[in-house]
């Protein structure tokens, strides 16, 4: 039977789905990285026994609480049938597997509540920095700080406003996937600072304020743009497609799963005046 969630019942799921995101976490830095196995996927990405691990606990977790609730998983993408017309939780185990194969700590577990196309709840969880970033569209954002399984008080974020005239614009980069596009955009705003930042951690700077935009135009996958879209909206800002129109997410027919090019916007109103 399918089943649409709305944002009341989105935010009653919020603890449950911020303990398995959190667990986890802990199976990705249970893996000792010098010593695991790494395999190519068929695009040229790596995958490791961590993304996998991390992958187990979300699918049994979900399982156990919401189990008439589809799933999109980057580890088991062939097994979906979209397009998704209700709602579906969208999932990337483990986002930024070149920083965690590399030793860094910018790597996070993506999980997105998505109802008719749009992200509606978002979790991106950082293991290594101890935090998470979390929201509901309508009822707000949070930052959390964790220690293994033990989870801190959230704290209410919101993303900044647009910078006064002379004032710098911050952007946040990725340390793995530049193009000329995307810094041509950042070129065009005002005093540009780059802050480099991995994985979907970008888009947890955006929510809390501490960076303005974070572009990609080159191609990436839903996975890795639903949760941190939701985040990001839910904090008060917008996640658009290259043009500043709207993104939708498990519409496709295709197994391709691609968004061509995104920018997360810390205020809205920077859209359509840049």
């Not at 992200?119 to 293994?148: K, N």
């Amino acid at each position: 039977m399918k089943r649409i969630i709305d944002a009341a019942v989105a935010t009653g799921l919020m603890e449950p789905l911020t303990a398995l995101v959190v667990k986890a976490g802990e199976a990705i830095l249970a893996v000792n990285r010098t010593a695991m196995r790494v395999d190519g996927k068929q695009d040229g990405s790596p995958v490791t026994e961590a993304d996998l691990a991390a992958d187990r606990i979300i699918a049994e977790g979900l399982a156990q609480l919401a189990a008439d609730v589809p799933t999109l998983s980057e580890e088991r993408s062939q097994l979906a049938s979209p397009p998704f017309r209700e709602s579906f939780f969208l999932i990337d185990p483990l986002d930024g597997t070149k920083e965690f194969v590399a030793g860094r700590d910018e790597f996070t577990v993506n999980l997105a509540l998505v109802t008719e196309g749009v992200p509606l709840l978002g979790i991106v969880s950082a293991p290594a920095l101890g935090l998470l970033w979390r929201g509901v569209v309508g009822r707000g954002a949070e930052r959390v700080s964790f220690d293994g399984a033990t989870i801190g008080a959230a704290e209410p974020i919101h993303t900044r406003k647009l910078p006064a005239p002379g004032e710098p614009w911050i952007a946040a980069v990725s340390r793995s996937h530049g193009d000329p596009k995307s810094e041509a955009f950042i070129d065009g705003r005002p005093n540009a600072v780059r802050r480099t930042v991995g994985s979907a951690v970008k888009f947890g700077r955006i929510a809390e304020g501490s960076a303005d935009i974070y572009p990609r135009f080159g191609p990436t996958s839903e996975w890795d743009v639903g949760a941190g879209s939701a985040v990001v909206t839910a904090a008060g800002g917008r996640v658009t497609d290259g043009q500043g129109g709207e993104l939708r997410f498990g519409q496709r027919s295709d197994s391709g799963f691609i968004i061509p090019e995104f920018v997360a916007w810390g205020d809205p109103q920077a859209v359509d005046r840049y």
